[in-house]
């Protein structure tokens, strides 16, 4: 029961190990970053002093085991663009990229479950194939076409909410959620499209299943036997697409964030990127990086505790 | 970007007598200004050893009480950090100058320098030491009081603790003295036109001794504003300063919301989001706010050129045919129509509306035929050129109608994208491009770009060279207006750059919006002057 | 932008030749259609704007679908667009395929604890999307087309070696490979004569499902200013030019905007119905 666990466990930090290093050597860029904070105003020798004193000139081995050293305790260093420390800023932008992607999350499960559901009972009949063509056209749009669209129609033209911007939750839960709707909407309607397919096949697999069967010819109508027996079954490959799909939503959110001016990580990392801050993009990098692991870590582990004989084939 | 040294010539802004350009639909900014005739123009010309004093406070255009209102302004760039002394960038001086921290003496609506910090100041005879009286009652907001040793810290600190280029508008001091705590001496090793001018910029700013631990930061100045919050990637709060020495800021708390999408900017402004788009990025969109009941465009003008410049060391744009044929090649007004719906001025040399020698030129008018002809003769029948395109939308607009005009002349331009440090890197300071399109905002800038054959467009005439220099160390303005003349029309007829148009200086707000600042003539975006009815 | 790491399986029970693959093989077979014919002709010459009708409605001045902001048409622009979302897709699918074909085979071949090793390293690909991949090589050389394919198409290569490791597992296990390999067929030997065919049909999907991506993915960078050039026309930078006249103008950002829609909707049919059709053994489901 233990030795998965923490097999797992070992799993995710080497891999988080060997993906730091390689967004390290990636992002390395020699003197590179002593030019860019130096601007107009450099000369040669000026990049070559500020590229020693930032340690540039060193080792690549050196320069990343300096950096972990500090990353392990949340210090990023100072951003040589910004002259500011990484780590605080970093935390703030991470928190509200997180109340995106969660509250885009529960967008999509409330638009994909009922559609899922509904295109798997109405199976090879009409309904069924109009359901899952919506949710085929709703996986085609991309999530910046949406929220252009949905800005125009319920910011702009009906003036219902507020177009863009940020307001902290604590400050101003209604303002907060004023200005969240339209991103949370944004990105999940696509990403409920994407879901509802898969609810659509799990929902499917269960349908087939004996047992289901059975209670069906005991009298139950179909939704009720699905709800009594099936969902709890078909829930496990869906959230396990969750935990894969929330790494790209999490990156995804870049887009959104520009449009809706939201300072949220993935804008953050588009701004470092714009001005060549390669070591606030390789914090950033690195803790979305981290984040994705985490979480196939977490649903590995849970699917082993749940799924005991996947539990067995881990441990063999 | 673009740090370049503003090569100035300061007494020529005294002959300023241009006002508020083309301001439309219930425009702002009442011209209170009285010293804009020639004849009082001596006052500020401090070479020509006159004495200035200026009213007791610059906010002269306002006189809205001081409540408690609130307002929101959208910017397009925000700062890469608060501390203007160590890193280039626009977007510091939009944000801090003149409302965080201030300077001596300033530039008013019409150009003219007049003073800040200062109360008063002379120039000697000849033009070597320049005295300021300074006001006895500057605060700085950490609550030590201005003196002229931190006049003279801060002028000191420019040469021995700053990075950026501009730096160098200060190698011309020699000393900096406070021979009394209000009055400050600075000796020049040579008369210089520049260096006064120079001293209404970033690097006259003036610090406090105790207040530059943090400045990245905690900026602390003399200004009407202090910082309250920086929340970055968002905003920058500022508070009215209520120890503020002049009149107070009519509006309490006064916030800078950046906008990497200009879209969405403008789309804040329609919803109630920010009350003003400092600067429109896509005049296209203007009629979405067409309604004069609810929004204002003020369309004034800036001291930015949009030039395609040429590299005029590579082989083929060496050539001054070459360069002829790609000026004759270019239909301006319908460039101008096209990529800015027609905002801006057209202009044949470097030079902006608002200065004293602006001159309708138009050496090179709009003939594909002779710019066939010229590149027949110059062996250059078929050109392939490459067009470094930086992030800024007046490049993205303008590069496809300068692409499709140049291919009707026999010109094929490969276009590629470059973001600011690939521009810098190797535009700026490598001299790796054909072609690129930029507007270079910074005011008298002609020597920077034309006077030095090192500079990225590699523009070498030494007898321009020259004029600039003699203009320099002119001691009237007229002979500095007149060999300035001489060097810009030179200039013109060596085809170095296109000139595409002067950039317009566009701002749309809420109706009860006031006092905005029209003509952009400094790197500073005032906000005590703006008020709300 | 929204990616599919991996799609549901569909239902397996259909040997007809379903809806879904006319569908999607006429919608991509009409973009692959207006990509090549733009080669020869467009409406309009590229280069030719028609400064007297700027944002222009359809059928104005001989514009079929009217004409953008800077008085471009539309359609040409479409039609060449089409040529560079099919490009970079090519390309980047390509890339994923190449390098991630090889090693799914490898991976499903060799013995379980060095199979386990690549997945894991697998795995941590995995964490790295393709518009964060795009980003970090903005951030280091700039952004271009260049690197929005190298991005899409590393992105896409752990979708690759997961759906073709399975199914070379799927390979091994039958009898006559047994009987191959006891009778002394070498690995590479078995690669070539009995995986690679097997598991092409799962290339061809995948490859599909991962080309709809690349449209997204490509389209998602080209509205953020890391694709194409302003010179090279592109459907996701068609829209984010459209976005300030999108309430004068609407038309000018519709027709990019369904352009992309009908392309990821004709990839992702094609990759569905295909799907179907294979053997459902494959799937590894």
């Given at each position: 029961m233990l030795w998965p666990v923490v097999r797992r466990a070992l799993i995710f930090l080497v891999s988080t190990l060997v993906a730091s290093l390689l967004v390290f050597w990636v992002l390395d860029n020699g003197c590179e970053p002593a030019r860019v904070a130096l601007g107009t105003g450099g000369t040669p020798a000026g990049v070559q002093a500020l590229c020693a004193q930032m340690g540039l000139d060193r080792s690549l081995v050196v320069q990343y085991l300096n950096w972990l050293g500090g990353a392990v305790r949340g210090d990023f260093g100072t951003s040589y663009v910004t002259r500011a420390p990484i780590g605080p800023g970093l935390l703030d932008q991470l928190t509200v990229t997180l109340w995106l992607v969660f509250g885009s999350m529960v967008v999509a499960l409330l638009i994909a479950v009922p559609l899922g559901m509904a295109s798997a009972l109405r199976n090879g009949r009409p309904t069924g194939y109009l359901l899952s063509g919506l949710s085929q056209v709703g996986v085609a749009v991309p999530a910046f076409l949406a929220a252009i669209l949905l800005v125009l129609v319920f910011a702009v033209n009906l003036g219902w909410l507020p177009a863009n911007g940020y307001v902290v939750p604590a400050a101003d839960p209604l303002g907060f959620v004023a200005h969240m709707l339209l991103p949370w909407v944004s990105l999940g309607v696509v990403q409920g499209a994407v879901l509802a397919r898969f609810v659509r096949s799990a929902?499917?697999?269960?349908?087939?299943?004996?047992y289901l069967r059975t209670a069906r010819s005991k009298g139950l109508t179909p939704v009720r036997a699905l709800i009594r027996h099936g969902l709890r079954n078909a829930a496990i490959p869906v959230l396990t697409v969750i935990g894969v799909n929330l790494v790209t939503?999490?990156?995804?959110?870049?887009?959104?964030?520009?449009?809706?001016?939201?300072?949220?990580?993935?804008?953050?990392?588009?701004?470092?990127?714009?001005?060549?801050?390669?070591?606030?993009?390789?914090?950033?990098?690195?803790?979305?990086v981290l984040i994705a692991l985490l979480i196939s870590f977490v649903v590995d582990v849970t699917y082993s505790v749940i799924d005991p004989r996947l539990r067995t084939r881990a441990a063999s | 970007m673009r740090g370049k040294r503003s090569g100035a010539f300061t007494a020529l802004l005294t002959v300023l007598t241009v006002g508020l350009v083309g301001c439309s639909a219930g425009s702002t900014s009442t011209p209170s200004t009285s010293t804009s005739s020639p004849s009082t123009a001596a006052s500020g010309s401090a070479t020509d050893g006159g004495t200035s004093s200026g009213p007791p406070t610059s906010q002269a255009s306002t006189s809205a009480p001081a409540g408690d209102g609130t307002m929101a302004i959208g910017f397009v760039l925000e700062p890469i950090s608060l501390d203007f002394t160590q890193t280039d960038g626009a977007a510091i001086t939009q944000a801090l100058l003149l409302n965080v921290y201030e300077t001596l003496v300033k530039q008013d609506q019409d150009g003219q320098i007049v003073p800040l910090l200062a109360k008063s100041f002379t120039a000697s005879p000849d033009g070597l030491t320049y005295t300021f009286?300074?006001?006895?009652?500057?605060?700085?907001?950490?609550?030590?009081?201005?003196?002229?040793?931190?006049?003279?810290?801060?002028i000191d600190r420019v040469k021995s603790d700053w990075k950026p280029s501009v730096k160098a508008g200060m190698d011309v001091v020699s000393s900096a003295t406070a021979t009394s705590p209000t009055e400050l001496t600075v000796v020049l090793s040579a008369p210089s036109?520049?260096?006064?001018?120079?001293?209404?910029?970033?690097?006259?700013?003036?610090?406090?001794?105790?207040?530059?631990?943090?400045?990245?930061?905690?900026?602390?100045?003399?200004?009407?504003?202090?910082?309250?919050?920086?929340?970055?990637?968002?905003?920058?709060?500022?508070?009215?300063?209520?120890?503020?020495?002049?009149?107070?800021?009519?509006?309490?708390?006064?916030?800078?919301?950046?906008?990497a999408d200009p879209n969405a900017m403008n789309n804040a402004l329609l919803t109630g989001g920010i009350q003003v788009v400092?600067?429109?990025?896509?005049?296209?969109?203007?009629?979405?706010?067409?309604?004069?009941?609810?929004?204002?465009?003020?369309?004034?003008?800036?001291?930015?050129?949009?030039?395609l410049s040429m590299n005029d060391r590579t082989p083929a744009l060496a050539d001054l045919r070459v360069r002829q044929a790609i000026s004759y090649a270019l239909d301006r007004k319908t460039i101008l129509d096209?990529?800015?719906?027609?905002?801006?001025?057209?202009?044949?040399?470097?030079?902006?509306p608002t200065d004293p020698w602006f001159a309708d030129v138009d050496k090179y008018p709009y003939d594909p035929e002779k710019a066939k002809a010229l590149l027949a003769e110059a062996g250059q029948s078929d050109l392939t050129l490459r067009l470094a395109l930086p992030p800024v939308g007046y490049a993205a607009a303008a590069a496809p109608i300068v692409i499709s005009q140049l291919a009707a002349v026999g010109i094929t331009v490969q276009d590629s994208d470059v973001d600011f440090a690939t521009w810098i890197k190797s535009v700026f300071t490598d001299h790796d491009f054909d072609l690129t399109i930029i507007n270079h905002v910074e005011p008298r800038d002609a020597p920077t770009l034309f006077g030095n054959p090192d500079y990225y467009i590699g523009y070498d005439n030494a007898a321009v060279r020259d004029l600039f220099a003699q203009a320099d160390r002119a001691t009237t303005d007229a002979a500095a207006n007149t060999d300035y003349q001489q060097a810009l029309d030179q200039i013109a007829t060596d085809a170095p750059v296109v000139w595409l148009w002067s950039f317009p200086n566009l701002i749309v707000a809420d109706a009860q919006v006031q006092g905005i600042v029209a003509n952009q003539i400094s790197a500073a975006f005032e906000l005590a002057t703006i008020s709300q009815s | 932008m929204t990616e599919l790491l991996s799609t549901p399986p569909?239902?397996?029970?259909?040997?007809?030749?379903?809806?879904?693959?006319?569908?999607g093989a006429v919608l991509v077979g009409f973009i692959a259609l207006a990509a090549v014919v733009s080669f020869f002709w467009t409406p309009f010459d590229l280069l030719y704007l028609d400064y007297q009708h700027r944002s222009a409605g359809p059928g104005v001045n001989g514009h079929w679908l009217g004409t953008d902001l800077r008085g471009r048409d539309i359609a040409s622009r479409l039609m060449v667009g089409a040529r560079t979302t099919l490009y970079v897709g090519i390309v980047a699918v390509g890339i994923a395929a190449l390098v991630g074909t090889p090693i799914g085979i490898l991976a499903g071949m060799v013995r379980p604890g060095i199979s386990e090793f690549v997945m894991r390293t697998n795995d941590i690909l995995l964490a790295f999307p393709a518009l964060l991949v795009a980003i970090i090589l903005a951030a280091k050389y700039g952004g271009s087309v260049t690197t929005a394919m190298v991005a899409i198409g590393v992105a896409s290569v752990p979708g690759f070696v997961r759906v073709i490791r399975a199914g070379t597992m799927q390979v091994m296990s039958t009898d006559y490979v047994r009987a191959a390999r006891v009778a002394g067929r070498s690995g590479p030997a078995t690669a070539v004569r009995h995986v690679l065919p097997n598991v092409s049909g799962l290339i061809i999907v995948q490859a599909s499902s991962a080309y709809a991506i690349a449209i997204l993915a490509e389209a998602g960078l080209s509205f953020l200013g890391l694709g194409a050039p302003a010179s090279v026309p592109s459907w996701g930078r068609m829209l984010a030019e459209a976005q300030s006249q999108l309430?004068?103008?609407?038309?000018?950002?519709?027709?990019?905007?369904?352009?992309?829609?009908?392309?990821?909707?004709?990839?992702?049919?094609?990759?569905?119905?295909?799907?179907d059709r294979l053997d459902p053994r494959l799937l590894g489901r």
């Open positions: 929902v499917l697999d269960e349908l087939g299943q004996d939503v999490l990156v995804g959110a870049v887009i959104i964030e520009r449009i809706f001016t939201i300072p949220g990580i993935g804008n953050g990392l588009a701004y470092a990127a714009d001005r060549r801050d390669l070591l606030t993009v390789q914090a950033i990098v690195v803790t979305l | 009286q300074l006001r006895p009652d500057v605060m700085f907001s950490d609550g030590s009081p201005f003196t002229a040793e931190d006049a003279v810290f801060s036109r520049s260096w006064l001018f120079n001293m209404t910029t970033r690097i006259g700013a003036m610090f406090s001794r105790t207040g530059v631990a943090d400045l990245a930061n905690t900026p602390i100045g003399t200004g009407p504003y202090t910082l309250q919050a920086w929340n970055k990637g968002d905003s920058i709060v500022m508070e009215r300063n209520t120890t503020y020495w002049g009149d107070p800021a009519p509006i309490k708390t006064m916030t800078l919301k950046y906008f400092s600067t429109v990025q896509t005049p296209e969109a203007l009629s979405q706010f067409s309604d004069t009941a609810k929004y204002q465009v003020i369309d004034g003008s800036t001291t930015g050129e949009v030039l096209a990529a800015w719906s027609g905002y801006g001025t057209l202009i044949g040399t470097h030079e902006a | 569909g239902r397996r029970s259909d040997r007809r030749v379903s809806p879904l693959i006319v569908v309430t004068t103008a609407p038309l000018t950002a519709v027709w990019p905007g369904s352009a992309i829609a009908l392309a990821v909707l004709g990839f992702n049919l094609l990759g569905d119905g295909l799907r």
